[in-house]
Structure formats: structure tokens, C-alpha cells
């Protein structure tokens, strides 16, 4: 046993190491041997490679450049966040920054003070517009899409052209006309929104969101007034789900003008059959103009246009819409006096007289189709009428007939623009003055220019009243100074 008297340690070297006890063999608790750590080997350089020559060098610069355009590294894939040098990016068409930034900015949920701050108000302003220029009935995204995309590509010799029905080719064309004149910044950057398909859906999921607002303040306009404007006796059809062919009043007005003789047969009948759909029905389709459109004193059962859009109810509600309720004089005493309000809405518009056209007139004519019927909430369809294709046939009608367009317009404008009343007197009329002249004229002309001799006279008498008055003063002296000496 060592002199230390502890069994199993050895001195070696002055280190100690442990040794298992003699006794320590038989025990199963015994703790194992630590390992000794392995002695520490000092690292070799590695062997030199020979230094590769020019030659090899630019042959590798070569392979390694024709694999990186084989298989793109995942830095420069498009979806990386860090550009590519190599990879090109066209440049967009030359824009307005402040309009494209407005259009970006574009959000149809937005408050007032959310639009002003982003400096799009005006836009929104412009986009509420809209429906009064082209109508209730737009597809902006369809109008946008294609309209752009076919923009300057039109031919003289397009079969849908030459077809003159109001179809997509039509709708597209003429309402992308519109809105390339209505809504600011549009004409001027058709080549950047060419290339931004995303920037154009924003646009018309814009426009689509502000004209549906329109569209519905409109028809509620209409519909509050339209008992008034109608001249209605029964206190019945104030309710408006008492309209529409549930009432003879209201169903006469929306029964095809070439149906009123039917109707007027048995207007109870009529309305039953309509209302309940029964086959044997008469049809009032959308192809089939409703009565209220017409003035009935000028149509003629041979030739649908004389009277079409002319009748007192769609003027007066045309007027109320775009010239205010002061302008009716039945729906501003029905509000016991000048209504309160916004200003006209053609106040807005640019130029009056061109915004008079058959789309507004069209889109009047729904408005008022709406009033009449007995659906609470707003819809393309009722009944046997569809609103879209009832637009599709009067455009058509306008399509036609360019003369019919213009003199329907030239109609409204004398009616509801104030300036269009004022028209000049004849020139040949006997007015008071006009008699007088004739009674006073003669030989003698007078003379523009003064008389010298009457003038001299003047100056004459002028100077003798100075002299006497003169005279006159130096008497009135020398006879205080005779007082003065006495």
C-alpha cells in the first residue's frame, strides 16, 4: 500500500493517476475510469496547388458564367427582394407622378378627410358624376380593360360597326369616349395604364363603388318627389309597394304604349295577369317602351320615335335631378317652399349644354322606372323588364338615327337650361322707341359738334353779369363810407 494511504493512486511523473482497488473488483457501484483525454496533434498546412495559368482561369470565368444563365441563383429570381442588374425593366410610358400617385391612392371606402389628405377628392367628385354623363348601366371594369386595349385600334370596316346595335363592341367605344372626357388625368396616361393591369382594376372598382352611391341618392330623390310630380290623388300610392302593377295608375304608366288599348280594356285584368305571371300575359319586356316615356299628343301608333322622351313626367323629373327641386314648381311646394340643399348638379358640369345627351335621359328614365315599380331596393330586373336591355334598345334607336339624338337633345336643353329661354326678338318689331324715332326723324341732323357762335354769346353774357355784379359791390362800398363820414 502506498505511503499516502489512499489504495489505487499512483504517483507518476508528479501526476496521479487512478487505478481500480484490489477490493474495488467485486463492486458493481464502482465508478468507471476516466478516459484520458487524447494528446493534442498540431494541424499540417495543407499541400500547395500549382497556380492555374491565364488560359484556365478565362475558361472557368466562361463555365461559371454559362451555368449561372442555365439556373438562376435564388438572389436574382424575380421574387427576390434584391434587384437583378442583369435583369431589364422597362420603363413606363412619361406620366404625371401626382396622377398616377392620386390613382394608387384611390379607395372607394375612404372618408372625406382620408380622400383630401391623400389629394383625390376631386376624383371622387368626378367618379360621382359619372352616371349623369353615361348611365346607370356601366361595366367600368369591361369598359376599362377593353376600351384601353383597343384604343386607336378601331377600323372603318369592323363587321359590329357596321351592324349598329348597341352590343359590347358599342358600349365599350362610346363609353370609354365619356369617361376619357369626364375623368380627370385618363386621356393623358392611356399608354402607363396600358401597362398596370392592377392600377386599372383599382380604377374601376373606384368608379363602379361612387357611381352606385350616385345612382342611389338619385333614385331616392325621385322617389320622394314623384307623388307630387305625378299629380297622384290616392294617398295609396305614397306607399311604394302599392306601385307598380298593383295599382291601374301606376300600371297604365308602365305598360308598353302599344299595349294602352289592351290595358284599357280591363286594367284590372292586365295588372292581375302581369303581376301574377300568367302565361297567357301580355308582355311588358324591355324591348317594349313603357307609356310614361311618351308624350302622348305627338305619338303616332305608326312610327315610335315622335313623342319618345318628351312626356311631362321624365322632364320635371330630369329637371329635379340636374337643376334641384327649386326648378319644379310642384316638388318645391310639396316641400313648403325653396328646399334646402346642395347647389344644381349641372352647376358642376363643365360645359351645361353638351351634358344634356340621351345617356342622361336614359338614365332619368330608369330612375323614374324604379319609382314607379313596387320594389323597395334597387334591381336590374322586374318582372318581365330589364333595365340593361331596355338601355341597349333606345341606344340602338340613337345609334340609327343621329337626327332623332340631336333633336331630342336640342328639346331638353331648351327646357332645362335657363339660357336656352332668352331668345332674341324679332328685328322688324314696332316697339314705343322704335315709333318715336320715326315720328322725330327729318332733314336736320344735329351736329355733334359745339356752336361757336353760341358759345361767344355765352362767354358774353357770363362776362357782363361779372362786370355788374362787380359794380354793383363797389356802390354797396361807397355807400357805407357816406354812413361812415355823416
Known sequence: MPSNGFPGLVRVNGRKRIYTAAFDGSSSSSPSPTPSPPPAVRSQPPPSKPKPSKSSREKGKKKKRSKETVRQSPENSPSSPEPNEDVHIPDMPQHNPHVIRAYKALDHRAKLITRLGASYEHLYQAARMLPRYLGAFVDYDTVLTKGLARYGSYRQDDPDRDRLIFNEYWEVRTYFHLLKQHFPGLEDHI??????????????????????????????????????????????????????????????????????????????????????????????????????????????????????????????????????????????????????????????????????????????????????????????????????????????????????????????????????????????????????????????????????????????EQGSDAEDQQHGEQEDVDAEGEQDDE
Open 191 to 460: 399608354e402607363y395604364l396600358r401597362e398596370d393591369a392592377d392600377l386599372v382594376g383599382q380604377l374601376a372598382q373606384f368608379m363602379t363603388s361612387s357611381a352606385r352611391k350616385t345612382r342611389s341618392d338619385d333614385a331616392g330623390r325621385i322617389r320622394e318627389y314623384i307623388y307630387e310630380i305625378a299629380g297622384w290623388d290616392d294617398v295609396v300610392l305614397k306607399k311604394k309597394e302599392s306601385r307598380g302593377f298593383n295599382h291601374v295608375v301606376t300600371g297604365r304608366l308602365l305598360c308598353p304604349v302599344d299595349q294602352l288599348d289592351a290595358f284599357d280594356c280591363n286594367p284590372q285584368g292586365y295588372c292581375r295577369a302581369i303581376r301574377d305571371q300568367h302565361n297567357e300575359r301580355h308582355w311588358a319586356t324591355a324591348d317594349d317602351w313603357p307609356a310614361f316615356l311618351y308624350d302622348m299628343s305627338e305619338h303616332t301608333p305608326d312610327d315610335v320615335m315622335p313623342g319618345l322622351l318628351q312626356s311631362k313626367l321624365l322632364l320635371k323629373c330630369y329637371k329635379l335631378i340636374f337643376t334641384g327641386p327649386a326648378s319644379v314648381p310642384v316638388a318645391s311646394s310639396a316641400t313648403g317652399g325653396k328646399p334646402k340643399g346642395k347647389p344644381p348638379v349641372i352647376r358642376n358640369m363643365e360645359d351645361a349644354a353638351e351634358s344634356i345627351n340621351v345617356h342622361a335621359m336614359i338614365y332619368i328614365a330608369c330612375l323614374v322606372r324604379h319609382a314607379l315599380n313596387a320594389q323597395s331596393e334597387w334591381a336590374e330586373e322586374d318582372l318581365d323588364f330589364h333595365c340593361g336591355d331596355f338601355v341597349r334598345s333606345i341606344l340602338t334607336l340613337a345609334l340609327r338615327n343621329i337626327n332623332w339624338q340631336e333633336d331630342i337633345s336640342e328639346w331638353y336643353r331648351d327646357r332645362v337650361l335657363r339660357h336656352s329661354r332668352k331668345r332674341a326678338p324679332p328685328a322688324n318689331r314696332q316697339t314705343m322707341y322704335s315709333k318715336m324715332l320715326n315720328q322725330t326723324s327729318g332733314d336736320i341732323q344735329p351736329s355733334c359738334e359745339p356752336d361757336e357762335d353760341l358759345e361767344a354769346e355765352v362767354e358774353d
